[in-house]
Structures are given as C-alpha cells and as structure tokens.
C-alpha cells in the first residue's frame, strides 16, 4: 500500500525528483554527515522564538545556518495556533520542493533578498526517499513559511492541521490539504533525512569547487536547472 500511495505521487515526469535548497556554507555540514536535519533536531533552543535573522551555529564540528522565519500576517494564521507554534513545527522538519519549477523560484527569491549569499540545491531521488521516510513524511498543498501576499484574500489559515501525513493521501479529504499530486507544494521530513548520498542525482552550486569533494561527481551548474 505504502508504495502505490509513493508511485502515484512520483508518477508524473515533473515529479520523480525532491529538491532542497541551502546555502553552500551548510554542504560540508551536509555531506560530512551524509544528512539533512531538522533545526530542532540541530539545537532546540533555535525554536525559542521567532528567527528575524539567520542563525549560523556549529554542528558537529560544521557550519549550520538556520533560516530566518519569515513575517507571517496575523489574518492567515488560524486563532488556535500561534506563530511560536507554527514555526517550531516547521523547525522540526526538512523541506523538499516537489518540483524544479517551485524549488528555482525559491532560488530566484533569495538570490534578490541575499545577493551576497551563496546557494546551492540538492536533487534526491523522490521514490526512494518517499519509501524510506514514509512514517515521517508530511505534505502541504501551500508554502507553509511564508505569508500571502494579499492576506485578507488568503483561502485558508496556516495551522498545524495544514500537513496532511504521507499515509493520509486522498483519504483525508479537506480544502486545506493536497488530495492529489498536483496539489502537493512542499515534502516535509520529521527530524532528518539520513544516507542522503542514496538518494543524491545532483548538487547545483553557481562555483562547483565549493561543493565537497565526495559529491563533486554530482556537480551541476545553476545554468542547467
């Protein structure tokens, strides 16, 4: 059952593939422990209150750098969740784009907000990783970190109830969650994703020396992506 509910989402050629985006400086963190974690799961103290800027920490002997949490408009947030609550919950979880498409404009956002900051994207087998993560694999039909643009005409309210479990695929049935591929805007993974370089098809970085040396074999220019 688990594996039908996994092929129908990578069905698509647009979706065999999850793309997370980090900052180069996080990769020789990320490749020394051939894993993605949670920035709970890094220092639980990250989640104390709201980020206005990054934090950067070190993890096991490595750069770690948290992302600021983004403003989120009190009229989007649903009045039985808090915006401490909603951003330690997403602080628990590693975040994947389902498609290149979502994943460049993640690319093209930050590229504006922090050019002076380099960034890079990990491409990962979506089936395989789907299969091994199951249990800890939630979906969002919306891009849960950031605010709406107009947020008075904003369609639903950002809660908890919002990430709909993998197992729970077109059997939970509500406006707010994905109840069919298309629909699917994040991949979210509780804690951390481990023996990343299993899943590994590609590593974009604008200067490929910076990537390290174990995955330079997977070594794509952002001009290919």
Known sequence: MNNLVVKKI???SKRKSLFHFTRVRNLPSIAHLDALYSCNKVDPTLSNERRIV???????????????????ADQVMDAK??????????DQHVFFWPTQRDC????????????DEAFAIL?????SLLDDFYDTVKLSKYDSGSSPRY????????SLQMFLPLDQFEIMRENYV???????????VEEKVTNLSSYLEAVYCNNIKEIPEKWRKYAQSFQGF
């Open 10 to 12: 990578t069905n698509s």
């Open 54 to 72: 990054s934090r950067e920490i070190h993890f096991h002997g490595n750069v770690f750098v948290a992302n600021a949490h983004l403003r989120i």
């Open 81 to 90: 969740t808090t915006h401490r609550q909603f951003h330690n919950y997403l």
């Open 104 to 115: 460049q404009k993640m690319l093209e956002i930050y590229s504006k907000r922090e050019p």
């Open 123 to 127: 491409q990962l087998d979506a089936e």
């Open 151 to 158: 947020p008075t005409r904003c369609s639903y309210k950002k």
């Open 178 to 188: 994905p109840s069919k591929p298309s629909e699917i805007r994040e991949v979210l």
